[in-house]
């Protein structure tokens, strides 16, 4: 009876034992079929985000491209006219006589060497006081790419002394839309035409004026002393505008 009942205890505990197997074996088949599900999506989720690394990545080196050249363009433009008023400076302060006056002249020149169309039809050509004049009364209005037109079409013209009072009224013209390059090489190149003209002592006012709106200070100062030295009395309206870009040049006497 004992080995029967022992055989029978025996064979239970047995099938208990198995059935905890089965159990664990089925559990465990169950995280590992988890486990293939989580490695596939992380799988994917890994490429995903390599993908857009890379385009991120390709992203930046194009911005720093785009960025290197515009720096490159704004660093030569500021070297083209560092190199003018430098030139400017050397001719004002070695006299305006010989080489230093056509050095000078040259890029006013390339400005003013394509003149804007006239729209008009053909007609009667005008003479150099009719065109001075109605470039002032365009200058007056506020018109300032007409008074360079007509100040220009001087220019192009026969050499005679009404070029003078062109090169100033396009220097005033170029400094009415705020080009104050060119128009400071404008107006110096007004003054070395006739040195000892009516215009001079107002066409160096203009450069002084034109260098302080670059904020080239030192430059301008220098026009200033050019002024007082050479015009020792000039006009009270000069003097008096002298006297102004003194004090916003901060100029030392």
Known sequence: MRSVMSGFLSVASRSRLWGRMGMLAGGMALLAGTGVAWAGDNGNLTLQLLDRVNTLEQETRDMRGQIDQLTNQVQQQNAAMSKQIEDMNFAMQHGHGGTGGAGLAAPVAADTAAPAPVAAAP????????????????????????????????????????????????????????????SALAYYDAYNRAPHGARAPSALLGVAATLVALNDRASACQALDKLASEFPEPAPRIKSAEQVYRKRAKCSS
């Open 123 to 182: 007609a009667a050509k005008r003479s150099a006081d009719d065109l001075l004049k109605a470039g002032n009364d365009a200058l007056m209005q506020q018109d300032y790419a007409a008074a360079q037109t007509d100040a220009q079409q001087v220019l192009s013209g026969p050499r005679s002394p009404r070029q003078v009072d062109a090169q100033y009224l396009l220097a005033q013209s170029l400094a009415g839309q705020k080009q104050y390059r060119q």
